[in-house]
């Protein structure tokens, strides 16, 4: 069942970080939200792997390494449903 608490969790620290990011950079500097979070997803997922067993559902680390790339990227996507759907 920690599956499915993981890889969200991952999700949603990076989207936080990616605000806070956003609350001190330029305007210039916010196309490079995306790769942020994705390192920080990919750094997330094989430190949680690392040092919490069995916390992502991975064999080995390039697996944990992907499953949180993927995680944080969905942040940008969360931000950007978020920015469509009210409207800016």
């Known amino acids: 069942m920690t599956e499915f608490i993981a890889i969200p969790a991952i999700t949603v620290l990076c989207y ?3 605000q806070a990011y956003k609350a001190f950079a330029p305007e ?3 196309k ?3 790769v942020l979070c994705g390192a920080l997803g990919g750094v997330l997922g094989v430190l949680c792997h690392l040092l919490i ?3 992502i559902p991975a064999d080995n ?3 944990a390494a992907a499953i949180g790339l ?4 969905a942040a940008t996507g969360v931000n ?3 920015k469509q759907e009210s409207g800016q």
Request: positive net charge; hydrophobic residues 40%.
């Open 61 to 63: 680390t390039l697996v």
């Open 32 to 34: 490079h939200i995306p």
């Open 70 to 73: 993927a995680s944080g990227w």
């Open 16 to 18: 936080f970080l990616a």
């Open 53 to 55: 067993p069995g916390y």
């Open 28 to 30: 210039n500097k916010y």
């Open 80 to 82: 950007q449903t978020l």
